[in-house]
């Protein structure tokens, strides 16, 4: 549940219908497999052919972009617009390649376009649509940068996964919310350490 401000107060809020459905998908952490990247770099040939002058890069993030880490088996793809209203426009032509637009998650997260591949279940890929140079895609990058050149992060990274998905199996949203910390200490140093 998230809060909504009021005038007065905040009120619980229930995550809409479709959120709900993306959450209810149990959680499994699977051992690194090395076909993650050949999987990133055919959606990344199919993402910027379908997408022509609107984007201006696509990069593989999340736990599948670093090599011997377990990872839920969905490719996460962090695809770059010039400016974020060219996101809205690049929609339609990610749907054609099989992809379900989720505006819900922006009620979380405004600063993306968030889409995933297959409509139905198991997904394999999500698209985070951002800004090159937004707050979104320099802590995306950086979160991923820090665990491929720190294996000690990774394994802790790792570690904690499986025991949030251990813990939370049927409840992806306590396990996402489980990972924040962690998260934002490591973007943070990415951050300060690429300066």
């Given at each position: 549940m998230t809060l909504a401000a009021s005038k007065d107060e905040p009120r619980a809020v229930s995550?809409?219908?479709?959120?709900?459905r993306l959450m209810d998908t149990?959680?499994?952490?699977?051992?690194?497999d090395p076909r993650w990247p050949r999987m990133f770099e055919k959606e990344r040939s199919r993402i910027l052919a379908a997408l022509g002058s609107?984007?201006?890069?696509?990069?593989?993030?999340?736990?599948?972009?670093?090599?011997?880490?377990a990872a839920k088996?969905?490719?996460?793809?962090?695809?770059?617009?010039?400016?974020?209203?060219?996101a809205a426009r690049c929609?339609?032509?990610?749907?054609?390649?099989g992809y379900e637009y989720l505006p819900e998650r922006e009620l979380e997260t405004p600063d993306r376009k968030f889409l995933a591949r297959?409509?139905?279940?198991?997904?394999?890929?999500?698209?985070?649509?951002?800004?090159?140079?937004?707050?979104?895609?320099?802590?995306?990058?950086?979160?991923?940068?820090?665990?491929?050149?720190?294996?000690?992060?990774?394994?802790?990274y790792e570690a904690l996964k499986r025991?949030?998905?251990a813990k939370f199996r049927e409840d992806r949203e306590a396990y996402t919310e489980g990972k924040t910390e962690f998260v934002r200490r490591i973007e943070g140093i990415g951050l300060r350490s690429s300066r």
């Open positions: 995550p809409p219908e479709k959120v709900l149990p959680v499994v952490i699977e051992a690194y609107h984007r201006i890069a696509v990069e593989h993030v999340g736990s599948t972009a670093v090599p011997g880490l088996p969905i490719i996460d793809i962090l695809a770059g617009v010039t400016d974020f209203d060219d929609i339609p032509s990610l749907e054609t390649l297959p409509r139905t279940r198991p997904r394999t890929h999500h698209v985070h649509m951002a800004a090159v140079g937004s707050d979104f895609w320099i802590r995306h990058l950086a979160f991923r940068d820090y665990l491929l050149a720190h294996a000690d992060a990774a394994a802790e025991a949030l998905a």
